[in-house]
């Protein structure tokens, strides 16, 4: 059965609906009626007639039409009565939000199995417990309870978010926004009593508008088939993962957020190598990560063409591509030739390329013709264009872009925060070209692309 | 035990009797005979049951030998005092057979002892460990590191998802931080590293071919300039 009705459900019983500011239930609902929900909205409470303006049943046997999918966030202890009642309707679908599961072990772990038995016995698919639920950016539908006020909702685009934590897809929708990167789907599964990551990835590979999949795992839910469905997904697309519960302490954290035990961490290295997964440390890492497998696509090889105007960073970036095991390889003699018939000697011609601060825009421009348009030689660029020289403009990240383009090869730019080079980074970004604020950053954003290229060729 | 289409038929015959008999950690001499019906180099072993069986069995492989308690008292044998290496002569086999079996006798009094296993005592070298682990969530895998102390204290071993291909054991040899040690560090000859990769490549196959195998490992296999050999192996099924 797909899980289409868990992104775009024609209509939705939001059980124990209420106005109350306190309950999370009103957030689910002023949410999705802020974001313009299409879908049929069909409030469920005995205790009231109408709330938000909506015609409010007592229950879900009273609602005539045919209802999609059932959001549950009221105690835990009532859940199964709901997941009955609804099987007797004919309702498919339930996204469970509360907690009280198997994430508190006892009690609650045999009332995980319960409703585990209801939803198989009674044919219901099911996301979560304990979990945020869904977000999809394009049917404007999520059940998330946050209000968007305080954790902004992103815009719409091509990364799709997977996680067992539902603070760490909050913490990464916040971000995203912040940083301008789209979104086609979030999914917070929390305990994972049904649908987990292997089904996500299955159903993301025909998803045309999720492109790249960042993924927050502590555990995995069946670990060939996550291999099988990751494998799939990254011949066309990638995979970011973040790992948690790496160590013996993490492990344990592990088993108490959301009822996983985490397995061995150098087996989930070698899953994702074979799986053709990116794997990344920290949320920044993750950021950076899914970035510039949006913007740009995996490097060919290794050898690294850095360009700058200013010699301190390209030498640093330098630095870093060696730690990293990225080639900064020396520029051949043929373009070489070229570029010193059209540059005065100062510049520095072998890798990195240092124009000095006496240069400007359209040198940039001439350096990645010879360099990168011309001749074949690099397989990828970091360029570093240090904005405060009078001769350097805004029309920089025009020329850059336009060559990049041309050469066919992934580019990436280095430029640190600052008030103004903010707006000239937001020229990049508009025109295709990641932007990243350290050299540290921008080196490791280039080693996922050459990483990438890398698994691709095995 | 459903027959299989594999190239491990003799193997699965060894593991079969294991099974058969009801247990789940192989004898020292059993492990040696799946990882050499396998394909894997071994040196010439032979076990045996009396001290005039021994002395004729190290007389043919020639001198030195190793002497290795065969007990499924005593499956971490030299913690028994159940292994001598550098055997020299046929006075050395018999004093030492007789040894070992008192040094058993001592810690385990009512100990069902299989035999000695002979093994001819190969030159020093570098050492590494290969091995397989069946994992619950992702399978049939394989591991690979240096020996020793590299492995005991820093953790020095690369996984992967069995099986692999020779490319991709080639990417695991070069993939440890010790590497240098296998590939001429120093002045050092450069060892047999594509006769490495290929034991990996068979381990890896050898544990997600055969589903009855939880954990296989050669540990050590020595790596020569030319050639490898597993001296001793560790096979359990479940």
Redesign the interface.
């Known amino acids: 059965m797909t899980l289409e009705k868990f992104f775009n459900p024609e209509s939705v019983a939001v059980i124990g609906a209420t106005e109350d500011p306190k309950n999370i239930t009103s957030t689910i609902i002023t949410n999705l009626i802020e974001m313009g929900f299409a879908g049929k909205l069909v409030p469920v409470n005995p205790h009231h007639d109408e709330v938000f303006g909506l015609k409010c049943y007592p229950s879900l046997p009273d609602i005539k039409e045919q209802v999609d999918l059932t959001v549950i966030s009221i105690h835990s202890d009532y859940v199964p009565e709901v997941l009955e009642q609804q099987a007797v309707c004919g309702i498919r679908n339930s996204i469970i939000i509360s907690g009280g599961f198997a994430e508190l072990g006892g009690k609650g772990v045999e009332l995980e199995e319960r409703i585990k038995n209801i939803c198989r016995d009674k044919d219901i698919r099911l996301i979560g417990p304990n979990c945020i639920g869904v977000l999809d950016n394009y049917s404007n539908f999520s059940t998330s309870f946050l209000p968007w006020t305080k954790v902004k909702r992103p815009e719409k685009g091509t990364l799709g978010i997977l996680s067992q934590s539902g603070s760490y897809v909050v913490a990464m929708m916040d971000m995203l926004s912040l940083e301008g990167i789209g979104v086609s789907k979030v999914v917070s599964y929390g305990n994972r009593a049904d649908v987990g990551e292997s089904e996500l990835i299955e159903y993301l590979t025909n998803d045309e508008l999720t492109h790249v999949i960042g993924i927050y795992m502590e ?2 839910d ?3 088939r996550f ?1 099988n469905a990751s494998s799939n997904f990254s011949k066309s697309k990638h995979i970011v993962a973040l790992k948690a519960g790496r160590h013996d302490s993490g492990i344990e954290a592990a088993k108490s957020h959301t009822g996983a035990i985490a ?2 961490y ?6 994702f ?2 799986s053709g997964i990116v794997e990344v440390n920290g949320l920044e890492e993750f950021m950076d990560a899914c970035k510039v497998l949006l913007m740009q696509k995996p490097a060919k090889g290794n050898k690294v063409l850095v360009l700058t105007n200013g010699g301190g960073f390209g030498v640093s970036v330098s630095d870093m591509c060696s730690d990293t095991g990225l080639d900064v390889a020396h520029t051949p003699a043929g373009i070489r030739e070229a570029l010193s018939e059209k540059f005065p000697e100062y510049f520095i011609l072998k890798n990195p390329i240092d124009m000095t601060g006496s240069s400007g825009d359209e040198d940039y421009g001439i350096a990645m013709k010879s360099a990168l348009v011309d001749n074949d030689f690099f397989d990828a660029a970091i360029i570093i264009p240090l904005m405060p020289p009078p001769t350097m403009t805004d029309g920089v990240a025009g020329i850059i872009s336009q060559r990049a383009k041309e050469s066919g090869k992934p580019v990436v730019i280095c430029m640190v925060s600052g008030i103004y080079t903010e707006k000239i980074k937001a020229k990049f970004e508009e025109k295709g070209l990641p932007v990243f604020p350290s050299p540290e950053r921008c080196v490791k954003a280039m080693s996922v692309l050459v990483e990438r290229g890398r698994m691709n060729g ?1 | 035990m459903v027959a299989k289409d594999t190239k491990f038929k003799d193997a699965l015959k060894v593991i079969g009797n294991v099974q058969a008999s009801g247990r789940k950690i192989l004898l020292p001499d059993e492990a040696m005979d799946v990882i050499k019906l396998s394909g894997i180099f071994t040196p010439a072993y032979a076990l045996v049951k009396t001290v005039h069986e021994a002395s004729v069995e190290a007389k043919t492989m020639g001198f030195p030998v190793v002497l290795k308690i065969v007990s499924q008292d005593a499956l971490h044998k030299s913690d028994v005092g159940g292994v001598v290496i550098g055997v020299e002569n046929e006075k050395e086999v018999e004093r030492n057979y007789n040894e070992i079996m008192n040094n058993l006798f001592k810690k385990v009094p009512d100990a069902d002892i299989m035999g000695i296993l002979v093994e001819k005592q190969m030159p020093k070298t570098t050492e590494v460990i290969v091995g397989g682990i069946r994992d619950e969530q992702f399978g049939a895998t394989v591991m690979f590191g240096l020996g020793g102390i590299f492995v005991e204290l820093f953790k020095d071993v690369v996984f992967r998802i069995a099986p692999v291909t020779k490319t991709e054991a080639l990417e695991m040899i070069k993939e440890i931080k010790g590497y240098s040690v296998l590939n001429g560090y120093r002045g050092a000859e450069r060892l047999d590293i594509q006769q490495l990769a290929r034991t990996v490549v068979t381990v890896s196959e050898l544990v997600s071919d055969i589903d009855e195998i939880k954990e296989v490992e050669l540990n050590p296999l020595l790596v020569y300039t030319e050639g490898v050999t597993a001296v001793d192996a560790r096979v359990i099924i479940k």
């Open positions: 555990s995995v069946d670990g060939r291999i397995g061995r150098e087996i989930y290295k070698a899953a190598r074979k095995c």
